[in-house]
């Protein structure tokens, strides 16, 4: 599938490849998120970490019912993982995470693998 991306999607992802250079394929998902961030920051991107979004059925609502790690510049959901193995799930994941949060672009990168490229898959939300 042919990576589609963005300008901010295009910075997202040059920021998760310096960390995942600088710390490898090796650690749990947390310092890579925590690094991220620093990324974000000197990158100057404007980031929300750890979104809580709301469900919401027949009038009820359920609010925080899930947490998305990052939205990034109000346009791209990133969410990250440190798996064996990217599952159809984690896509599925992003793609509820996306209608919830009302954005079109998501990445889902997994840093549990040697080359970053390989780990990162962009996720359009169509109507």
Excluded: W
């Excluded at 954005?103 to 109507?127: E, H, M, P, W, Y």
């Amino acid at each position: 599938m042919a990576l589609i991306t963005s300008p901010v999607a295009t910075k997202v992802i040059g920021c998760a490849m310096r960390v995942h250079t600088a710390l490898g394929p090796g650690l749990l998902e947390s310092p890579y998120q925590e690094f991220v961030a620093v990324e974000f920051d000197k990158t100057g991107l404007a980031f929300k970490r750890h979104v809580r979004l709301s469900v919401e059925y027949q009038g009820r609502r359920v609010p925080r019912a899930y947490v998305a790690d990052f939205i990034v510049e109000n346009e791209v959901l990133l969410e990250l993982k440190a798996v064996d193995h990217v599952l159809p799930v984690h896509k599925a994941q992003v793609l509820t995470y996306l209608r919830l949060a009302k954005l079109q672009k998501g990445l889902l990168i997994n840093f549990r693998v040697a080359r970053l490229k390989d780990g990162i898959k962009s996720i359009i939300l169509t109507s």
